[in-house]
């Protein structure tokens, strides 16, 4: 190995390093609330890890094809202690900016959908069911007043025949309506067995 790689080799894992203590800090700010004793704590750690080995190789690979030395390890611990000693403060600062700006923007759309989309299609559906009751309700009432007026002079029609039918007629179609309303009975029970 020469010396230029292992020079770009220990500038990468310094860096990688760095990234690591980043991406712990950032992990510890979105999950500080979690259970400390449930599985879900065991897997976040479990893929943690594995993602920043995988990153720590892919950066190795990429300077010396993935050969392992002890100066590889030494530089990424100083690569963290930088972080530490010197970013750290920086990174958390900037990075609960960008928290704050993100959850801004967030509730910023979420108030203009709101109030420009859900609102006014809310209010836009309202009216229009508003609008087909009253028309339906006008409809209805329209149609039974229609009804009431076009049926008044057979109805009345009716009451005058009736009035100067004789009595015997009257006994008679009094009788005959009982019966059709026997025979219905009848044939509804009937309907009824044979349906079960």
């Given at each position: ?8 080799t220990?500038?990468?894992m310094?860096?990688g ?7 712990m800090?950032?992990f510890e700010?979105?999950?500080h ?11 976040y750690?479990?893929g ?7 990153f720590?190789f892919y950066l ?6 993935g ?5 590889v390890?030494v530089a990424?611990v100083c690569g963290?202690a930088?972080?530490?000693a010197l970013?750290q403060?920086l990174?958390?600062k900037?990075?609960e900016m ?6 801004s923007v ?8 709101y109030y420009?989309?859900?609102l006014p299609?809310?209010?836009i559906?309202?009216?229009?069911i508003s609008?087909?009751l ?7 009432k329209g149609i039974?007043?229609l009804?009431l007026v076009?049926f ?13 039918l004789?009595k015997?007629m009257k006994i008679?179609l009094?009788?005959?309506?009982g019966?059709l ?5 009848t044939?509804?029970k009937?309907m009824?067995r044979?349906?079960?």
């Amino acid at each position: 190995m020469t010396l230029t790689t292992q020079f770009i080799t220990i500038l990468s894992m310094i860096g990688g390093g760095v990234f690591v203590g980043a991406s712990m800090d950032t992990f510890e700010r979105f999950f500080h609330k979690r259970k400390k004793k449930s599985w879900l704590e065991v897997i976040y750690q479990l893929g943690f890890w594995l993602i920043q080995a995988a990153f720590l190789f892919y950066l190795l690979y990429l300077a010396n094809y993935g050969e392992l030395r002890v100066y590889v390890f030494v530089a990424i611990v100083c690569g963290f202690a930088a972080y530490r000693a010197l970013f750290q403060n920086l990174y958390l600062k900037t990075l609960e900016m960008w928290i704050r700006i993100v959850v801004s923007v967030i509730r910023f759309i979420k108030k203009t959908g709101y109030y420009l989309i859900f609102l006014p299609a809310k209010t836009i559906i309202f009216l229009i069911i508003s609008l087909l009751l009253g028309v339906y309700k006008i409809l209805l009432k329209g149609i039974i007043l229609l009804f009431l007026v076009a049926f008044y002079p057979i109805r009345l029609a009716f009451r005058i025949i009736w009035r100067l039918l004789p009595k015997n007629m009257k006994i008679y179609l009094r009788h005959l309506a009982g019966f059709l309303d026997k025979m219905k009975n009848t044939m509804n029970k009937w309907m009824k067995r044979i349906k079960k």
